[in-house]
C-alpha cells in the first residue's frame, strides 16, 4: 500500500524553506567557483549628452509650449507638473516627441513620448523626481521638425533622486 501524505499549502511552503535553506547554505565544492550576480547600474548621460540629440542643431522657440510647477518644492521626490503644447493634433501638423529634462538630475531625462495625432489635445500631468534646486525644460518636437520649449526654476528643499 503507498501512503499519500495530504499536502497542505503550509507544509509545502516549509519544505520549500528547508529546500532553498540547503541550497542556498551549502559550502562549495573544492575547486567550484563562486560567482556574484551584479545588477548592471544604469547608464550616465550627461547634460549635454541627452540635449545633443533634442536640440539637433535646432534653436527652440520659446512659444505653444507651457510647463506648470510650482517655484518652491519641499520634497523632490514627488514635483507635480503639468505640460500643455498648443497643436491641433491633425495629421499635417501635430506633437511628435515630447521631453522634460531636469538640469541637475542625475540623468537630466525625466520624461519623453512619442504621439501620435489621434492622442488629441497634448496635456500631460505627472509628479516627476528633482535631485536638487534645478532648471526643468519641456521640449515639443512638432512633425515638420520645429521645436518648441518652456523652462522653470524649482527650488528643491530636500533632493528625490538619491
Known amino acids: 500500500m503507498i501512503w499519500h501524505e495530504a499536502v497542505t499549502r503550509r507544509g509545502l511552503l516549509g519544505k520549500l524553506l528547508a529546500l532553498s535553506t540547503l541550497l542556498l547554505c551549502r559550502r562549495p565544492v573544492r575547486g567550484e567557483q563562486q560567482f556574484e550576480i551584479v545588477p548592471d547600474l544604469p547608464p550616465v ?19 505653444r509650449v507651457t510647463l506648470t510647477m510650482p517655484p518652491h518644492a519641499e520634497d523632490g521626490g514627488t514635483v507635480p507638473m503639468q505640460l500643455d503644447v498648443e497643436s491641433p493634433m491633425t495629421d499635417e501638423n501635430h506633437v511628435r516627441k515630447l521631453y522634460v529634462i531636469a538640469d ?7 520624461f519623453s513620448a512619442s504621439l501620435h495625432p489621434g492622442v488629441g489635445q497634448v496635456r500631460w500631468k505627472m509628479n516627476i523626481r528633482l535631485a536638487g534646486n534645478s532648471r526643468v525644460r519641456a521640449f515639443a518636437e512638432m512633425n515638420n521638425g520645429d521645436l518648441f520649449v518652456q523652462e522653470v526654476e524649482v ?8
Open 104 to 110: 541637475q538630475n542625475p540623468d537630466p531625462l525625466v
Open 45 to 63: 548621460y550627461t547634460l549635454e549628452e541627452r540635449l545633443t540629440p533634442i536640440l539637433a542643431g535646432r534653436t527652440p522657440r520659446h512659444e
Open 155 to 162: 527650488e528643491v528643499l530636500v533632493g528625490g533622486c538619491g
